[in-house]
């Protein structure tokens, strides 16, 4: 009896580990460590199936290294700093390298330690809290338009434009945004107001 459970055991094992790694892979796993194979039509078996592992394993890198390079050509061609903040971790996940130019503040100083709000002027700071808390919360988009003070403490106006994503239970996972610098367009928006305002206090003094 021993020596017949030895036997197949000593079968069936191979098929078993086999078995589980292919059920692994299926599930887009790939095998962590490969499984004694014996010269045999099982080993042959398990040979192949590693080798096609191994291409698979391949193939999905190019992908993801292809991705990752239509991604960063894509945000280089974006006219203003783009982010996604992580909402249930409350993490910076990425900000593209336009906004050491906007802020003066090289990305990985806000990936490791800051956030884009930490650089909001403080008396923008509460307008924009609650306007994008009210905008997640209704799941809308929002554009705002604030100030935010860069590392040589110049003031610039920036407009952001975002979107929330939410999971199954309707809760926030991540916001993409794209801040831009709008400080020329205030900056003609503010004279033309005060022209307007000078011209209405004219007339009415004559």
């Not at 291409?55 to 999905?60: G, I, K």
């Not at 338009?145 to 610039?156: F, K, N, P, T, V």
Request: charged residues 25%.
């Amino acid at each position: 009896i021993a020596s017949v459970w030895a036997v197949t055991h000593w079968l069936t094992r191979p098929l078993v580990e086999l078995t589980s790694q292919i059920k692994g892979l299926a599930a887009g796993e790939h095998p962590s460590g490969k499984v004694t194979l014996a010269k045999d039509e099982i080993g042959d078996l398990g040979r192949a199936f590693y080798e096609m592992s191994e291409v698979l394993r391949t193939r999905e890198e190019k992908i993801r290294d292809l991705e990752s390079q239509r991604f960063n050509h894509l945000v280089a061609n974006v006219p203003g700093v783009v982010y996604r903040f992580n909402c249930q971790l409350g993490i910076l996940e990425f900000v593209s390298d336009a906004v050491i130019g906007l802020t003066g503040i090289p990305p990985s100083v806000f990936l490791a330690s800051r956030s884009l709000r930490d650089v909001i002027h403080q008396e923008d700071r509460l307008m924009v809290e609650q306007a994008l808390e009210a905008a997640i919360s209704a799941g809308q988009p929002w554009r705002l338009d604030y100030r935010i003070e860069s590392a040589d403490g110049q003031l610039h106006w920036v407009e952001e434009r975002g979107r929330a994503s939410y999971d199954a239970a309707g809760l926030a996972t991540v916001h993409d945004g794209i801040l831009q610098d709008i400080s020329d367009r205030k900056k003609l928006e503010i004279e033309l107001r005060r022209a307007q305002l000078e011209a209405h206090a004219a007339n009415q003094a004559k």
